[in-house]
């Protein structure tokens, strides 16, 4: 049977099993402690929703590479496009001679991303390295310096992007001093607003916030761009209400200030939409897209308005292996089948199932806090107490390694370490989807 075919994991060894134990005693030795890894099993295969390791036990992935798989493990007609691609060449680096991969993906992106206005599209390598670019960008057309970004945020580990990341520990201690000319304003976290603001005043509150930055810390003029993710990813998965985006444009508007929108976890269908900014309604002027653009192949990519991403000069932008050919087919077959797929129906399948159980465990469990989720990007939040809302850290570990041993891989997600993260395959079936929601609440119910 194909492992997109089974429906709940299958665990023969134990985990992990001894042929992932010899490979992980390995890393050990030979692999730096900084970079992490949440699972301890070798993966041997994987399809759709499904991997197998080394010892042939069958997992479930609710992570998917942390964003990175939304089309799923090894689907046949991405490999078959790169398996083409490889046979005819690997590297020519657009800087020295084009290739049709690279100018019909931009072609596509020009396109796809909102708004009716010309763009012009450029490929890097990560995530981390749009976001640079989009900084750079910014910073060359308005000739200004200053970035303004968000508590919560995640932009990346080099050293500009981890300067716009919120988060400490673990991704900033001990590597300071960071960029310059970084700024950073309060996320509109309505789940942890002060208890003194309504519901109802909370998006107020919030730009009130963002507007004494401009008197207390940074004049507006000296702005370049505000950067921000329409949900935070390691932040928690918290959306930025749409009436803050629209007040957020405005503000960009009146300052000559760009709006960068993050779009490397939210994009490709995840949130139900090709990209989440489409719920704005409203457009940003530079959109970053990353993670599940290739499917698993090194790719991200910048887009802008025309006239804002031309104000480089020529070589000012670009790289070695931007847009890598195997990389750019693989982004045009995937966008290709999500397109005729409808992932949209997919996704919204997901999220009715996913939200209604969500909602059945939060009436059963006080632990669970609040949920939360837009499309198949969901969470959910566990505190020791609602009224007080202490994280449940240690417990949210612990559910983590319980929901392992029962075969399913889950990330946590939030500063401050307390929440569950889903970030499924969006290929899941259905059965495969209730099973792995089945061993979170199992997980939940036997946390200690």
């Avoid at 750079?136 to 303004?148: D, F, L, N, P």
């Avoid at 001990?174 to 000319?181: H, I, V």
């Avoid at 240690?394 to 970030?423: C, P, T």
Wanted: aromatic letters at 8%; charged letters at 25%.
């Amino acid at each position: 049977m194909k492992l997109n075919e089974i429906n709940k994991p299958i665990i023969k060894t134990g985990l992990p099993g001894p042929k992932s134990k010899m490979f992980i005693e390995k890393r050990e030795k030979n692999v730096p402690q900084g970079v992490s890894s949440n699972v301890p099993t070798i993966i041997s295969r994987g399809e759709g929703a499904m991997i197998e390791d080394l010892d042939g036990n069958i997992l479930m992935d609710f992570a998917g590479g942390i964003g990175v798989l939304n089309i799923g493990y090894s689907h046949p007609d991405v490999v078959r496009v790169v398996k083409e691609q490889a046979e005819n060449f690997f590297h020519s680096s657009i800087n020295v001679i084009s290739y049709k991969q690279y100018i019909e993906l931009a072609e596509k992106m020009n396109k796809i991303i909102p708004g009716d206005f010309p763009k012009r599209t450029m490929f890097v390598n990560s995530g981390a390295e749009a976001v640079e670019n989009a900084v750079k960008i910014a910073r060359k057309y308005t000739g200004r310096s200053e970035i303004i970004s968000f508590t919560g945020a995640f932009h990346g580990r080099t050293l500009l992007t981890l300067s716009l990341t919120s988060k400490v520990k673990p991704y900033k201690y001990g590597f300071g001093p960071f960029a310059p000319g970084i700024h950073r304003a309060e996320f509109p976290y309505t789940y942890r607003k002060p208890d003194d603001i309504l519901e109802d005043n909370s998006v107020k509150y919030f730009i009130d916030k963002l507007k004494n930055m401009f008197l207390e810390e940074v004049d507006p003029t000296e702005v370049a761009a505000i950067i921000i993710e329409p949900i935070q990813g390691e932040g928690g998965f918290i959306e930025a209400p749409k009436e803050y985006i629209k007040e957020l444009r405005k503000i960009c508007d009146e300052h000559g200030i760009l709006l960068i929108c993050d779009e490397v976890q939210t994009g490709f269908y995840r949130t139900g939409k090709m990209f989440a900014h489409e719920y704005w309604e409203v457009y940003p002027d530079i959109v970053t897209t990353a993670k599940s653009l290739a499917g698993g192949l090194p790719l991200s990519c910048v887009t802008a308005k025309e006239e804002i991403i031309n104000s480089s000069q020529i070589g000012g932008i670009g790289g070695t292996y931007c847009g890598n050919p195997l990389a750019t087919a693989a982004a045009l077959k995937i966008i290709e089948i999500m397109e005729k797929e409808d992932f949209s129906l997919k996704v919204d399948k997901i999220n009715k199932i996913c939200m209604a159980r969500f909602n059945e465990m939060k009436k059963k469990y006080d632990i669970i806090g609040d949920v939360r989720g837009k499309g198949a990007m969901l969470a959910m939040e566990l505190v020791k107490n609602r009224e007080t809302k202490e994280p449940a850290k240690e417990e949210v570990k612990n559910i983590v390694k319980e929901a392992y041993k029962k075969g399913l891989i889950l990330l946590s997600a939030g500063v401050r370490g307390n929440v569950l993260r889903l970030l499924m395959p969006l290929v899941i079936t259905e059965k495969q989807l209730v099973s792995g929601l089945d061993i979170i609440e199992d997980s939940i119910k036997n946390s200690k």
